[in-house]
């Protein structure tokens, strides 16, 4: 029975059938696929003889394995090359949109699907990429799925799902300047951990979200599954349908008012019922930085890197990896900490609103000495934009490099990779050991005008400062 929340009526009309293991057989409605996660599912369709059932809800990109610098064919990296030509096959061989490098529409999945208006609210979306979730920023509910799950959605487009409890996360005021949708992110997960959402939607509300920008709430929505849950999602409002409007694929004519009025009708009702609800108050969130190994290794730009005994029993462990990892001084101000590269994109802040922000840090300032600083479009489409607007020319006089499209240092599988012990200031979503290319090399998550910030002062700092 639906308790009258978004997540419960979209899932209610995508159940196809109640599965005797008690999961849900549920209908996904639209099927990103990028070179990582779908090869070896197009592989597991062949052996079985099958072929994808709707081809014309799947769409396929390329951002991973990205070179963002030189990107002639054949790729320098072989196996790079050889994830690149099976993805080209097999979307030609199933009749599936490819939006290869070149076409104007390439970038990374979770920015290239929104901006051509793909995404859209009371959606039930999926990609083999566990930063799915940005897409409920839209209003829908959208999972990152494992390869086997892949194979699923491309035979008979549908998945099994046990149903999920839902949180009601609520922010209310006024963000300071200087802190944003990232800084929101990061102390969320900080105040209820990795784990906190296991087992969870969480459903972002309130006054903060709802003065939000549609790129801000992909920003939340994207590190949700940072903070242990399946999916998170924004209810729609004229916000959303304001940025939906006149996109590549959005309803059109007559069909945009009716679809407005279905999109209203699945917002949650005022008097849902919802399994937890956590307040916060935006007046509270400092611009966030993390310090160790995990998103929720986090603090405010003015504090001190915790000790073990400040913290609760359960995190003091992780902690206690996270000193020997980070090798950072324990009980000293996060901010000053010396930075080697610092690195502007990836699908949580690629996005043109992001660029932006950084590029009003950026702008006649210039990288600090022996720090290398570089912005990566979300897509091809934001760097055009970017281009136009003339913020990659802000970028190139202050001393960063401009680089191409793509995934690029938030996860390495490419040539933007960290060396040794360096430390990143980075603009994406994991802080991992050895996320960034390096088994050694350390990241520290913030803003994207936070990150500008370290590349000028070539340590830590406090954008505010910069932007007074």
Known sequence: MSKGTLFDKVWDLHTVARLPSGQTQLFIGLHLIHEVTSPQAFVMLREKGLKVLFPERTIA????????TNQVRPFEDVLAEEMM???????????????NIGSGNQGIVHIIAPEQGLTQPGMSIACGDSHTSTHGAFG??????????????????????????????EVNGTLQPGVYAKDVALHIIHTLGVKGGVGYVYEYTGTTFNKMSMEERMTVCNMAIEGGARCGYVNP?????????????????????????????????????????VKFNAAD???????????????????????????????????????????????????????DVCFIGSCTNGRISDLREAARVAKNQHVAKDVKAFVVPGSERVKKQAEAEGLDQIFIDAGFEWREPGCSMCLAMNPDKLQGRQISASSSNRNFKGRQGSSSGRTLLMSPAMVAAAAIKGEVFDVRKLLS
């Open 61 to 68: 990109t390329v951002d991973h394995i990205v070179p963002t």
């Open 85 to 99: 030509q099976a993805l080209e096959q097999n979307c030609q061989e199933n009749g599936i949109t490819f939006h």
């Open 285 to 339: 969130i400092p611009p966030t930085v993390t310090w160790g190994i995990t998103p929720g290794q986090g603090i405010g730009i003015d504090q001190l890197i915790p000790m073990s005994a400040e913290l609760h029993e359960e995190d003091r462990l992780i902690a206690e990896e996270a000193y020997d990892y980070m090798d950072l001084t324990v009980g000293k101000p996060i901010q000053g900490t010396k930075i």
């Open 237 to 277: 409002d004229h916000i959303t349908y304001e940025y939906l409007k006149n996109r590549d694929f959005a309803p059109t004519a007559t069909d945009w008012d009716k679809a407005v009025a279905w999109w209203e009708s699945i917002r949650s009702n005022t008097d849902a019922e919802y399994d937890d609800d």
């Open 140 to 169: 829908a509910i959208a999972f990152g799925i494992g390869t086997s799950q892949v194979r699923d959605v491309l035979a008979s487009q549908t998945i099994a799902l046990s149903k999920l409890k839902v949180r009601k996360i």
